[in-house]
């Protein structure tokens, strides 16, 4: 199982981004019962939850980020998104895709987003 995240890049403060991630090489079925979320890894600090999709499609938000982000799934196409409004320069990190399904645990390898102010 592969994730590939991509959409990062540089916005200023109050911008938005999407980013998206493609769970290739996952079995259709698979992808559907996962749960897929999204994590971010600040410089210096703990990588953190910031939004997860179960595979009913309940979410499940970071209180940062509630009201701003929103977490979608395409099944059809096996991919997750991410959009990302009225950013700050707090969310500036590393976001990491991410999958589990069953006891397996799937990273991808991050996309970096800047917030400038």
């Known amino acids: 199982v592969q994730l590939q995240a991509s959409g990062g890049g540089l916005v200023q403060a109050g911008g938005s981004l999407r980013l998206s991630c493609t769970a290739s090489?996952?079995?259709?079925?698979?992808?559907?019962?996962?749960?897929m979320g999204w994590y971010r890894q600040a410089p210096g600090k703990e990588r953190e939850l910031v939004a997860v999709?179960?595979?009913?499609?309940?979410?499940n938000y970071a209180d940062s980020v509630k009201g701003r982000f929103t977490i979608s799934k395409d099944n059809a196409k096996k991919k997750v998104y991410l959009q990302m409004n009225n950013l700050e320069p707090e969310d500036t990190a590393v976001y990491f895709c991410?999958?589990?399904?069953?006891?397996?645990?799937?990273w991808g390898q991050g996309t970096l987003v800047t917030v400038s102010s």
């Open positions: 090489r996952m079995i259709l079925s698979t992808f559907w019962r996962s749960t």
């Open positions: 991410n999958a589990q399904y069953d006891t397996s645990n799937y």
């Open positions: 999709m179960f595979d009913r499609g309940t979410t």
